[in-house]
C-alpha cells in the first residue's frame, strides 16, 4: 500500500519523507489556502518546491471546470515537474480531460468520487488514481471504507488499472480498513500516519527494557 500525505505544508511534508515510508504527496486548492499559498506564480512555485522535498508522485489540482480549461492547466502543471498528477474533478468535462490525457500518457488522479458510478466512469476514461473521500462520507453518516471495498471489487472484475487511493483519510483506523480491502494508495495527515505507530504495550515494553538496561549497567 502507498503512503501518500494529504498536505501542502512543507515543514510535514519533510517530516512524513524523513520517516522513510513517503510514497508520494496530494495537495488541493483548500490545503494551499490554507498555507496562504495564492496566486498563479507562488502555486506553481509551491509546487515546484513540494516536487523538490519527495520521491513520489505530486498530485495537483485543475481549478478550471471546462475541458479546455483543465487541458491547458493540466499541460501547464506538468511542465513543473516530472512527479506531477493533474488533479481533476469527477465532472462531465472532467471525464473528457481524463481521456484526453490518458490518450497522452499523462498520469491523473480523478478527485471527489463519493460513488462506485463515479470511479467506473473515471476508470473506463483512464484515470491513474481516483480518489474516493471516505472521511467526507463517514462526516454524512455514509460508510466511506464500504465504498472502497465497493471500488476495489469493480475494478479487479474487469481488471482496470486505474488505482483506488482511500483519499479524506481522518484515523489510522481508516487506514488498516482501507489495507484490508485492498486500496493501492492512502492519501491523509500526517497524524494519521504517526498514529500507526502508537501502542501502550510498546511503550510500557520500551520503558521496562530501558530500565532494566540501566539497573545493570551502573
Ligand atoms: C484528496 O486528495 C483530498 O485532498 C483530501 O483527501 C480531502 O480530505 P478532507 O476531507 O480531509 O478535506
Request: net charge negative; proline share 3%.
Amino acid at each position: 500500500m502507498k503512503f501518500f500525505i494529504d498536505t501542502a505544508n512543507l515543514a510535514e511534508i519533510k517530516e512524513a519523507h524523513a520517516l522513510g515510508v513517503l510514497d508520494g504527496v496530494t495537495t488541493n486548492p483548500s490545503l494551499m489556502a490554507k498555507e496562504g499559498i495564492t496566486g498563479k506564480n507562488n502555486i506553481m512555485s509551491h509546487y515546484k518546491a513540494i516536487c523538490d522535498l519527495v520521491d513520489g508522485d505530486v498530485s495537483a489540482e485543475v481549478i478550471s471546470t471546462d475541458f479546455e480549461g483543465m487541458v491547458r492547466e493540466g499541460e501547464e502543471l506538468i511542465e513543473i515537474d516530472d512527479k506531477i498528477v493533474v488533479k481533476i474533478p469527477i465532472i462531465k468535462d472532467g471525464v473528457k480531460a481524463l481521456k484526453y490525457f490518458s490518450n497522452k500518457g499523462i498520469r491523473t488522479n480523478c478527485t471527489l468520487i463519493f460513488s462506485a458510478g463515479q470511479a467506473l466512469l473515471a476508470a473506463k476514461a483512464g484515470a491513474t488514481y481516483v480518489s474516493p473521500f471516505i472521511g467526507r462520507l463517514d462526516d454524512i453518516s455514509t460508510d466511506g471504507v464500504a465504498l472502497i471495498e465497493q471500488i476495489v471489487t469493480i475494478y479487479r472484475n474487469y481488471n482496470y488499472e486505474t488505482q483506488v487511493l482511500a483519499a479524506s483519510v481522518r484515523h489510522p483506523m481508516h487506514i488498516m480498513q482501507c489495507a484490508e480491502i485492498g486500496a493501492d494508495v492512502m492519501t491523509g495527515p500526517l497524524s494519521a500516519i504517526l498514529a500507526l505507530l502508537k501502542h501502550p504495550l510498546t511503550d510500557s515494553g520500551l520503558e521496562k527494557f530501558l530500565a532494566d538496561y540501566q539497573k545493570g549497567n551502573q
